[in-house]
Protein backbone atom coordinates (compact mmCIF):
# COMPACT_ATOMS: atom_id res chain seq x y z
CA UNK A 1 0.00 0.00 0.00
CA UNK A 2 1.14 3.82 -0.48
CA UNK A 3 2.08 5.74 2.35
CA UNK A 4 -0.08 8.87 2.86
CA UNK A 5 3.22 10.06 4.70
CA UNK A 6 6.98 9.72 4.45
CA UNK A 7 9.17 11.10 6.27
CA UNK A 8 13.09 11.03 7.41
CA UNK A 9 12.16 10.29 11.24
CA UNK A 10 8.61 9.49 13.01
CA UNK A 11 8.58 10.38 17.16
CA UNK A 12 5.82 8.89 18.90
CA UNK A 13 4.79 10.43 21.68
CA UNK A 14 5.16 14.25 22.12
CA UNK A 15 5.99 14.27 25.39
CA UNK A 16 9.51 15.79 27.21
CA UNK A 17 11.50 13.16 25.25
CA UNK A 18 9.21 13.11 22.15
CA UNK A 19 9.13 17.31 21.43
CA UNK A 20 13.08 17.66 22.46
CA UNK A 21 13.80 14.83 19.95
CA UNK A 22 10.95 15.65 17.50
CA UNK A 23 12.69 19.32 17.86
CA UNK A 24 16.47 18.92 17.87
CA UNK A 25 15.99 16.13 14.83
CA UNK A 26 14.77 18.93 12.62
CA UNK A 27 17.15 21.49 14.27
CA UNK A 28 19.19 19.15 12.66
CA UNK A 29 17.78 19.46 8.73
CA UNK A 30 16.02 16.05 9.58
CA UNK A 31 12.29 15.91 8.31
CA UNK A 32 10.14 15.05 11.24
CA UNK A 33 7.01 14.10 11.62
CA UNK A 34 5.46 13.77 15.53
CA UNK A 35 3.07 11.74 16.15
CA UNK A 36 0.91 12.39 19.83
CA UNK A 37 -2.71 10.32 20.60
CA UNK A 38 -3.90 13.03 22.65
CA UNK A 39 -5.72 16.85 21.70
CA UNK A 40 -2.42 18.60 22.86
CA UNK A 41 1.72 18.21 22.44
CA UNK A 42 3.76 17.81 26.30
CA UNK A 43 2.65 14.55 27.37
CA UNK A 44 2.30 13.48 30.56
CA UNK A 45 4.59 16.27 32.54
CA UNK A 46 3.06 19.26 30.26
CA UNK A 47 -0.34 17.91 30.67
CA UNK A 48 -1.25 16.22 33.82
CA UNK A 49 2.20 15.70 35.66
CA UNK A 50 5.29 17.89 36.39
CA UNK A 51 3.71 21.14 35.56
CA UNK A 52 0.26 21.34 36.81
CA UNK A 53 1.45 19.63 39.85
CA UNK A 54 3.82 22.27 40.39
CA UNK A 55 1.49 25.17 39.47
CA UNK A 56 -1.30 23.34 42.72
CA UNK A 57 2.09 23.10 45.09
CA UNK A 58 2.58 26.70 44.34
CA UNK A 59 -1.02 27.42 45.71
CA UNK A 60 -0.31 25.02 48.98
CA UNK A 61 2.95 26.78 49.41
CA UNK A 62 1.14 30.65 49.54
CA UNK A 63 -1.46 29.49 51.89
CA UNK A 64 1.31 27.58 54.35
CA UNK A 65 3.42 30.36 54.62
CA UNK A 66 0.26 32.77 55.17
CA UNK A 67 -0.81 30.69 58.08
CA UNK A 68 3.06 30.60 59.07
CA UNK A 69 3.08 33.99 59.59
CA UNK A 70 0.25 34.51 61.41
CA UNK A 71 2.82 33.58 64.47
CA UNK A 72 5.01 36.24 63.73
CA UNK A 73 2.50 39.35 63.46
CA UNK A 74 1.53 39.38 59.70
CA UNK A 75 -2.08 37.49 60.13
CA UNK A 76 -4.38 36.86 56.62
CA UNK A 77 -7.43 35.12 58.33
CA UNK A 78 -8.45 31.93 56.44
CA UNK A 79 -7.74 31.30 52.84
CA UNK A 80 -11.15 31.63 50.24
CA UNK A 81 -10.86 29.04 48.21
CA UNK A 82 -11.93 29.23 44.60
CA UNK A 83 -11.85 26.14 43.13
CA UNK A 84 -12.73 27.25 39.77
CA UNK A 85 -10.38 30.07 39.86
CA UNK A 86 -7.49 27.93 40.93
CA UNK A 87 -8.20 25.07 38.59
CA UNK A 88 -8.30 28.18 35.65
CA UNK A 89 -4.60 29.27 36.71
CA UNK A 90 -3.43 25.64 36.73
CA UNK A 91 -5.28 25.05 33.05
CA UNK A 92 -3.98 28.52 31.94
CA UNK A 93 -0.18 27.61 33.31
CA UNK A 94 -0.64 23.92 31.07
CA UNK A 95 -1.88 25.28 28.08
CA UNK A 96 0.68 28.64 27.98
CA UNK A 97 3.50 25.93 28.26
CA UNK A 98 1.60 23.14 25.38
CA UNK A 99 0.62 25.77 23.14
CA UNK A 100 4.49 27.13 22.99
CA UNK A 101 5.14 23.87 21.80
CA UNK A 102 2.65 23.51 18.94
CA UNK A 103 4.42 27.20 17.74
CA UNK A 104 7.59 25.51 18.06
CA UNK A 105 6.47 22.33 16.28
CA UNK A 106 5.53 24.95 13.52
CA UNK A 107 8.47 27.50 13.69
CA UNK A 108 10.61 23.87 12.73
CA UNK A 109 8.57 22.82 10.47
CA UNK A 110 8.05 19.79 12.62
CA UNK A 111 4.51 17.85 11.10
CA UNK A 112 1.96 16.70 13.75
CA UNK A 113 -0.24 14.02 13.38
CA UNK A 114 -2.95 13.42 15.83
CA UNK A 115 -4.25 9.72 16.67
CA UNK A 116 -2.61 6.81 18.01
CA UNK A 117 0.24 5.12 16.38
CA UNK A 118 0.72 1.31 15.87
CA UNK A 119 4.06 0.11 14.07
CA UNK A 120 2.99 -2.53 11.64
CA UNK A 121 6.19 -3.01 9.55
CA UNK A 122 10.03 -2.07 10.50
CA UNK A 123 9.61 0.94 8.24
CA UNK A 124 5.50 1.39 8.52
CA UNK A 125 3.20 2.99 11.21
CA UNK A 126 -0.70 3.11 11.28
CA UNK A 127 -1.80 6.44 12.70
CA UNK A 128 -5.63 6.36 14.15
CA UNK A 129 -6.39 10.10 13.12
CA UNK A 130 -9.53 12.37 13.54
CA UNK A 131 -9.93 11.50 9.21
CA UNK A 132 -9.33 7.40 9.27
CA UNK A 133 -6.08 5.76 9.31
CA UNK A 134 -2.92 7.16 8.17
CA UNK A 135 0.12 5.47 7.10
CA UNK A 136 3.11 6.63 7.74
CA UNK A 137 6.48 5.43 5.52
CA UNK A 138 9.74 6.04 7.89
CA UNK A 139 13.39 5.76 7.80
CA UNK A 140 13.74 6.14 11.21
CA UNK A 141 11.71 5.92 14.39
CA UNK A 142 12.24 7.42 18.14
CA UNK A 143 9.54 5.70 20.39
CA UNK A 144 8.37 8.28 23.75
CA UNK A 145 5.28 6.48 24.36
CA UNK A 146 5.88 7.07 28.16
CA UNK A 147 3.99 5.63 30.84
CA UNK A 148 0.84 5.54 32.76
CA UNK A 149 -0.19 5.07 36.70
CA UNK A 150 -0.25 1.74 37.75
CA UNK A 151 -3.75 0.72 38.41
CA UNK A 152 -3.62 -1.52 41.33
CA UNK A 153 -6.57 -4.32 41.19
CA UNK A 154 -7.98 -4.08 44.36
CA UNK A 155 -9.92 -0.47 44.05
CA UNK A 156 -13.49 0.38 42.15
CA UNK A 157 -11.90 2.16 39.28
CA UNK A 158 -15.00 3.07 37.81
CA UNK A 159 -16.09 4.77 40.69
CA UNK A 160 -14.73 8.50 40.18
CA UNK A 161 -14.11 9.09 43.39
CA UNK A 162 -11.17 6.51 42.85
CA UNK A 163 -8.23 8.49 41.26
CA UNK A 164 -4.73 8.22 39.93
CA UNK A 165 -2.40 11.44 39.65
CA UNK A 166 -4.45 12.69 36.71
CA UNK A 167 -7.65 12.50 38.83
CA UNK A 168 -6.08 14.31 41.32
CA UNK A 169 -4.74 16.91 39.72
CA UNK A 170 -8.72 17.82 38.15
CA UNK A 171 -9.38 19.05 41.60
CA UNK A 172 -13.09 18.58 41.48
CA UNK A 173 -13.41 19.14 44.88
CA UNK A 174 -11.47 19.34 48.14
CA UNK A 175 -12.81 15.93 49.77
CA UNK A 176 -13.19 16.45 53.73
CA UNK A 177 -11.33 12.66 53.96
CA UNK A 178 -8.69 11.55 51.32
CA UNK A 179 -6.50 8.64 51.48
CA UNK A 180 -2.98 8.30 49.24
CA UNK A 181 -1.84 4.78 48.86
CA UNK A 182 1.40 5.16 48.29
CA UNK A 183 3.93 7.49 49.90
CA UNK A 184 6.44 8.43 46.90
CA UNK A 185 6.83 11.34 45.66
CA UNK A 186 3.63 11.95 43.34
CA UNK A 187 1.34 10.78 46.18
CA UNK A 188 3.52 13.14 48.71
CA UNK A 189 3.23 16.11 46.30
CA UNK A 190 -1.05 15.59 45.64
CA UNK A 191 -1.23 15.14 49.83
CA UNK A 192 0.39 18.63 49.89
CA UNK A 193 -1.58 20.12 48.04
CA UNK A 194 -4.68 18.80 49.40
CA UNK A 195 -3.92 19.02 52.87
CA UNK A 196 -2.63 22.72 52.33
CA UNK A 197 -6.70 23.40 50.59
CA UNK A 198 -8.38 21.52 53.58
CA UNK A 199 -8.65 18.19 53.19
CA UNK A 200 -7.92 15.52 55.92
CA UNK A 201 -5.33 13.64 54.25
CA UNK A 202 -4.19 9.76 55.20
CA UNK A 203 -1.19 8.25 53.75
CA UNK A 204 -0.28 4.30 53.41
CA UNK A 205 2.91 3.15 52.29
CA UNK A 206 3.43 -0.36 51.70
CA UNK A 207 7.62 0.21 52.23
CA UNK A 208 9.08 1.47 55.77
CA UNK A 209 10.33 5.10 54.44
CA UNK A 210 8.46 7.54 52.42
CA UNK A 211 9.59 8.32 49.17
CA UNK A 212 12.38 5.18 49.24
CA UNK A 213 14.89 6.17 46.58
CA UNK A 214 16.32 8.91 48.78
CA UNK A 215 18.23 8.44 52.13
CA UNK A 216 16.38 8.47 55.65
CA UNK A 217 18.05 11.37 57.13
CA UNK A 218 16.73 12.86 54.51
CA UNK A 219 13.16 12.10 54.72
CA UNK A 220 13.09 12.81 58.75
CA UNK A 221 12.27 16.36 58.44
CA UNK A 222 9.62 15.70 55.84
CA UNK A 223 7.88 13.07 57.85
CA UNK A 224 8.28 15.68 60.63
CA UNK A 225 6.36 17.99 59.13
CA UNK A 226 3.61 15.94 57.69
CA UNK A 227 3.12 14.28 61.06
CA UNK A 228 1.91 17.72 62.10
CA UNK A 229 -0.22 18.46 58.71
CA UNK A 230 -1.50 15.46 57.98
CA UNK A 231 -4.01 13.06 59.59
CA UNK A 232 -2.00 9.94 59.34
CA UNK A 233 1.10 8.59 57.82
CA UNK A 234 1.69 5.06 57.84
CA UNK A 235 4.51 3.12 57.29
CA UNK A 236 4.46 -0.82 56.36
CA UNK A 237 1.01 -0.95 55.51
CA UNK A 238 -0.73 -1.93 52.49
CA UNK A 239 -4.52 -1.39 51.31
CA UNK A 240 -5.70 -4.73 50.56
CA UNK A 241 -9.34 -4.08 49.68
CA UNK A 242 -11.67 -0.88 48.16
CA UNK A 243 -15.35 -1.41 48.15
CA UNK A 244 -17.54 1.87 46.52
CA UNK A 245 -20.16 2.60 48.82
CA UNK A 246 -22.81 5.37 48.93
CA UNK A 247 -20.88 6.94 51.87
CA UNK A 248 -17.28 6.66 50.52
CA UNK A 249 -14.68 4.56 49.63
CA UNK A 250 -14.39 2.20 51.98
CA UNK A 251 -10.74 0.59 52.40
CA UNK A 252 -9.19 -2.27 54.31
CA UNK A 253 -6.12 -2.82 55.33
CA UNK A 254 -2.56 -4.86 55.97
CA UNK A 255 0.24 -4.44 57.98
CA UNK A 256 2.30 -2.49 60.83
CA UNK A 257 0.37 0.96 61.01
CA UNK A 258 -3.07 0.51 60.85
CA UNK A 259 -5.12 4.22 60.08
CA UNK A 260 -8.34 4.45 62.09
CA UNK A 261 -10.50 5.69 58.92
CA UNK A 262 -11.55 3.35 57.07
CA UNK A 263 -14.01 5.14 54.96
CA UNK A 264 -12.56 8.33 52.47
CA UNK A 265 -14.59 10.45 50.04
CA UNK A 266 -11.70 10.17 48.01
CA UNK A 267 -8.84 7.94 47.39
CA UNK A 268 -5.47 8.76 45.41
CA UNK A 269 -3.82 5.42 44.28
CA UNK A 270 -0.08 6.44 43.60
CA UNK A 271 1.86 3.44 43.42
CA UNK A 272 4.26 3.67 40.20
CA UNK A 273 4.32 3.88 37.15
CA UNK A 274 4.28 1.64 33.99
CA UNK A 275 5.73 1.88 30.67
CA UNK A 276 3.77 1.57 27.58
CA UNK A 277 6.33 -0.05 25.32
CA UNK A 278 3.70 -2.86 24.68
CA UNK A 279 0.82 -1.22 23.46
CA UNK A 280 2.58 0.35 20.03
CA UNK A 281 3.02 -2.72 17.89
CA UNK A 282 6.99 -2.84 18.88
CA UNK A 283 6.55 -6.57 17.81
CA UNK A 284 5.63 -5.87 14.14
CA UNK A 285 8.60 -3.13 14.06
CA UNK A 286 10.78 -6.21 15.59
CA UNK A 287 11.10 -4.22 18.59
CA UNK A 288 12.26 -6.42 21.80
CA UNK A 289 10.30 -5.54 24.57
CA UNK A 290 10.38 -6.45 28.32
CA UNK A 291 7.63 -8.03 30.33
CA UNK A 292 6.97 -5.12 32.05
CA UNK A 293 6.93 -3.10 28.79
CA UNK A 294 10.15 -1.40 28.82
CA UNK A 295 12.68 -1.28 25.86
CA UNK A 296 16.18 -1.89 25.98
CA UNK A 297 18.68 0.88 24.12
CA UNK A 298 22.60 1.61 24.20
CA UNK A 299 24.17 4.62 25.24
CA UNK A 300 23.00 6.25 21.47
CA UNK A 301 19.20 4.83 22.59
CA UNK A 302 19.11 2.66 19.74
CA UNK A 303 16.92 -0.51 20.30
CA UNK A 304 17.67 -3.51 18.91
CA UNK A 305 16.70 -2.18 15.68
CA UNK A 306 19.19 0.00 14.54
CA UNK A 307 17.04 2.61 12.92
CA UNK A 308 14.48 2.82 15.72
CA UNK A 309 15.29 4.64 19.11
CA UNK A 310 13.68 4.99 22.04
CA UNK A 311 13.75 7.42 25.15
CA UNK A 312 12.24 8.55 28.13
CA UNK A 313 9.93 6.85 30.62
CA UNK A 314 10.07 3.50 28.81
CA UNK A 315 13.32 2.82 28.70
CA UNK A 316 13.84 2.74 32.39
CA UNK A 317 14.10 4.55 35.60
CA UNK A 318 14.42 7.22 36.83
CA UNK A 319 11.20 8.13 35.15
CA UNK A 320 11.58 12.02 35.18
CA UNK A 321 11.72 14.43 32.19
CA UNK A 322 15.10 15.92 32.00
CA UNK A 323 16.38 12.43 31.65
CA UNK A 324 13.80 11.84 28.86
CA UNK A 325 14.90 15.52 27.37
CA UNK A 326 18.50 14.69 27.21
CA UNK A 327 17.96 10.95 25.72
CA UNK A 328 15.75 12.84 23.65
CA UNK A 329 18.82 15.09 22.07
CA UNK A 330 21.16 11.92 22.19
CA UNK A 331 18.76 10.03 19.94
CA UNK A 332 17.72 13.03 17.64
CA UNK A 333 21.37 13.34 17.17
CA UNK A 334 22.09 10.07 16.34
CA UNK A 335 19.82 9.97 14.30
CA UNK A 336 20.98 13.30 12.16
CA UNK A 337 24.30 10.89 11.85
CA UNK A 338 26.33 12.86 14.82
CA UNK A 339 28.39 10.80 17.51
CA UNK A 340 26.53 11.37 20.44
CA UNK A 341 26.09 9.41 23.60
CA UNK A 342 24.10 8.84 26.47
CA UNK A 343 26.68 9.50 29.26
CA UNK A 344 25.65 11.74 32.32
CA UNK A 345 26.76 10.63 35.61
CA UNK A 346 24.01 11.31 37.22
CA UNK A 347 20.18 12.81 37.17
CA UNK A 348 18.84 14.65 39.80
CA UNK A 349 15.65 13.87 41.56
CA UNK A 350 13.51 16.30 43.24
CA UNK A 351 9.93 15.52 45.64
CA UNK A 352 8.79 19.13 45.86
CA UNK A 353 7.02 18.53 48.86
CA UNK A 354 7.47 20.92 51.49
CA UNK A 355 10.26 20.65 52.80
CA UNK A 356 11.30 19.63 49.15
CA UNK A 357 13.62 17.04 49.25
CA UNK A 358 16.43 16.74 45.98
CA UNK A 359 19.56 14.34 45.86
CA UNK A 360 22.04 13.55 43.00
CA UNK A 361 24.64 10.61 42.37
CA UNK A 362 25.39 8.26 45.35
CA UNK A 363 23.62 8.19 48.80
CA UNK A 364 24.54 7.00 51.58
CA UNK A 365 22.54 4.13 51.77
CA UNK A 366 23.98 2.77 47.95
CA UNK A 367 27.38 3.47 49.17
CA UNK A 368 27.17 1.01 52.23
CA UNK A 369 25.53 -1.35 49.73
CA UNK A 370 28.40 -1.33 47.66
CA UNK A 371 31.18 -1.01 49.45
CA UNK A 372 32.51 2.50 48.44
CA UNK A 373 34.49 4.57 50.77
CA UNK A 374 32.79 7.65 51.41
CA UNK A 375 32.53 10.83 53.48
CA UNK A 376 30.27 12.86 54.64
CA UNK A 377 29.83 17.03 54.77
CA UNK A 378 26.61 18.09 56.60
CA UNK A 379 25.29 21.24 57.35
CA UNK A 380 22.34 21.91 59.10
CA UNK A 381 20.39 24.85 58.18
CA UNK A 382 19.74 26.05 62.03
CA UNK A 383 23.54 27.64 61.48
CA UNK A 384 22.06 29.44 57.93
CA UNK A 385 21.24 32.88 58.76
CA UNK A 386 18.87 32.94 55.68
CA UNK A 387 17.06 30.11 56.93
CA UNK A 388 16.83 31.46 60.44
CA UNK A 389 14.87 34.25 58.46
CA UNK A 390 12.67 32.48 56.58
CA UNK A 391 12.19 30.42 60.08
CA UNK A 392 12.63 27.09 58.03
CA UNK A 393 15.54 25.67 59.98
CA UNK A 394 14.78 22.20 59.51
CA UNK A 395 16.96 21.52 56.54
CA UNK A 396 20.32 20.03 56.18
CA UNK A 397 22.94 20.03 52.86
CA UNK A 398 24.85 16.59 52.78
CA UNK A 399 27.66 16.12 50.46
CA UNK A 400 28.93 12.55 49.97
CA UNK A 401 32.49 12.29 48.97
CA UNK A 402 34.72 9.68 47.79
CA UNK A 403 37.47 9.30 50.53
CA UNK A 404 40.49 8.54 48.62
CA UNK A 405 40.01 11.43 45.83
CA UNK A 406 37.24 13.67 47.62
CA UNK A 407 35.55 14.19 44.77
CA UNK A 408 32.11 14.86 45.47
CA UNK A 409 29.79 11.07 44.42
CA UNK A 410 26.63 12.23 45.74
CA UNK A 411 24.19 15.21 47.51
CA UNK A 412 21.34 15.34 48.75
CA UNK A 413 18.84 18.58 50.24
CA UNK A 414 16.28 18.90 52.27
CA UNK A 415 14.92 22.00 52.63
CA UNK A 416 12.84 24.47 51.09
CA UNK A 417 13.73 25.22 47.51
CA UNK A 418 16.20 22.18 48.04
CA UNK A 419 15.44 20.99 44.12
CA UNK A 420 16.49 24.67 42.93
CA UNK A 421 19.93 24.05 44.99
CA UNK A 422 20.74 20.30 44.12
CA UNK A 423 22.17 21.59 40.32
CA UNK A 424 25.03 23.20 41.47
CA UNK A 425 26.05 19.80 43.02
CA UNK A 426 24.91 17.96 39.80
CA UNK A 427 27.30 20.29 37.99
CA UNK A 428 29.69 19.49 40.67
CA UNK A 429 29.62 15.54 40.30
CA UNK A 430 30.18 16.22 36.46
CA UNK A 431 32.67 18.01 36.85
CA UNK A 432 34.37 16.05 39.12
CA UNK A 433 35.14 18.42 41.76
CA UNK A 434 36.60 18.16 45.16
CA UNK A 435 35.25 18.87 48.03
CA UNK A 436 38.01 21.75 48.03
CA UNK A 437 36.70 23.13 44.96
CA UNK A 438 32.92 23.41 46.26
CA UNK A 439 34.60 24.86 49.55
CA UNK A 440 36.74 27.55 48.05
CA UNK A 441 33.45 29.06 45.76
CA UNK A 442 32.57 32.20 47.50
CA UNK A 443 29.08 31.25 47.32
CA UNK A 444 26.33 34.82 47.59
CA UNK A 445 25.21 35.40 51.67
CA UNK A 446 22.99 35.31 52.52
CA UNK A 447 21.20 32.30 50.70
CA UNK A 448 20.13 29.03 51.08
CA UNK A 449 22.93 27.81 48.50
CA UNK A 450 25.45 28.73 50.83
CA UNK A 451 25.26 25.68 52.89
CA UNK A 452 25.99 23.83 49.40
CA UNK A 453 29.97 25.50 50.17
CA UNK A 454 29.67 25.16 54.23
CA UNK A 455 28.91 21.38 53.83
CA UNK A 456 32.29 20.93 52.00
CA UNK A 457 33.60 23.17 54.39
CA UNK A 458 32.46 20.68 57.21
CA UNK A 459 33.63 17.47 55.08
CA UNK A 460 37.24 19.59 54.75
CA UNK A 461 37.20 20.08 58.47
CA UNK A 462 37.61 23.90 58.06
CA UNK A 463 34.30 25.07 59.51
CA UNK A 464 33.90 22.28 63.27
CA UNK A 465 32.41 24.12 65.81
CA UNK A 466 28.53 23.47 64.20
CA UNK A 467 27.43 20.40 66.46
P1 LIG B 1 5.29 11.04 28.43
O1 LIG B 1 5.37 12.38 29.01
O2 LIG B 1 4.52 9.98 29.15
O3 LIG B 1 4.69 11.23 26.99
C1 LIG B 1 4.35 10.16 26.18
C2 LIG B 1 3.37 10.65 25.16
O4 LIG B 1 3.19 9.63 24.20
C3 LIG B 1 1.99 10.94 25.74
O5 LIG B 1 1.57 12.22 25.34
C4 LIG B 1 1.12 9.85 25.13
O6 LIG B 1 -0.20 10.29 24.89
C5 LIG B 1 1.84 9.56 23.84
N1 LIG B 1 1.59 8.22 23.33
C6 LIG B 1 1.75 7.05 23.96
N2 LIG B 1 1.44 6.03 23.16
C7 LIG B 1 1.07 6.58 21.98
C8 LIG B 1 0.63 6.03 20.75
N3 LIG B 1 0.53 4.71 20.57
N4 LIG B 1 0.33 6.89 19.76
C9 LIG B 1 0.42 8.22 19.93
N5 LIG B 1 0.83 8.78 21.07
C10 LIG B 1 1.16 7.97 22.09
N6 LIG B 1 9.06 14.36 36.24
C11 LIG B 1 9.95 15.31 36.58
O7 LIG B 1 11.08 15.28 36.08
N7 LIG B 1 9.62 16.32 37.43
C12 LIG B 1 8.40 16.41 38.02
O8 LIG B 1 8.14 17.32 38.78
C13 LIG B 1 7.44 15.41 37.70
N8 LIG B 1 6.21 15.47 38.24
C14 LIG B 1 5.29 14.52 37.87
C15 LIG B 1 4.03 14.59 38.43
C16 LIG B 1 3.07 13.66 38.09
C17 LIG B 1 1.70 13.76 38.68
C18 LIG B 1 3.39 12.62 37.15
C19 LIG B 1 2.36 11.62 36.75
C20 LIG B 1 4.65 12.55 36.61
C21 LIG B 1 5.62 13.49 36.97
N9 LIG B 1 6.91 13.44 36.44
C22 LIG B 1 7.82 14.38 36.79
C23 LIG B 1 7.33 12.39 35.48
C24 LIG B 1 7.30 12.94 34.05
O9 LIG B 1 6.00 13.38 33.76
C25 LIG B 1 7.74 11.86 33.06
O10 LIG B 1 9.01 11.38 33.42
C26 LIG B 1 7.82 12.41 31.66
O11 LIG B 1 6.59 12.93 31.24
C27 LIG B 1 8.28 11.32 30.69
O12 LIG B 1 8.35 11.81 29.41
P2 LIG B 1 8.21 10.89 28.15
O13 LIG B 1 8.49 11.76 26.98
O14 LIG B 1 8.98 9.66 28.32
O15 LIG B 1 6.70 10.39 28.14
Request: hydrophobic fraction near 45%; proline fraction near 4%; glycine fraction near 12%.
Amino acid sequence: KKPDIECQLVVLGSGPGGYSAAFRAADLGVDTVLVERYGTLGGVCLNVGCIPSKALLHAAAVIDEAAAMAAHGVAFGAPKIDLDKLRSFKSKVVGQLTGGLATMAKQRKVRTLMGNGMFVSPHEMEVQTADGVKLLRFEHAIIAAGSQSVKLPAFPWDDERVMDSTGALELKDVPKNLLVVGGGIIGLEMATVYSALGSAVTVVEFMDQLIPGADTDLIRPLAKRLGNKLKGVHLKTKVVSAKATKKGIEVGYEGDSIPETTLFDRVLVAVGRSPNGNKIGADKAGVAVTERGFINVDTQMRTNVPHIFAIGDLVGQPMLAHKATHEAHVAAQAVAGQKSHFDARVIPSVAYTDPEIAWVGVTEREAKEKGLKVGVGKFPWAASGRAIGIDRTEGFTKLIFDEETHRIVGAGIVGVHAGDLISELALAIEMGSEAADIALTIHPHPTLGESVGMAAEVYEGTITDLY
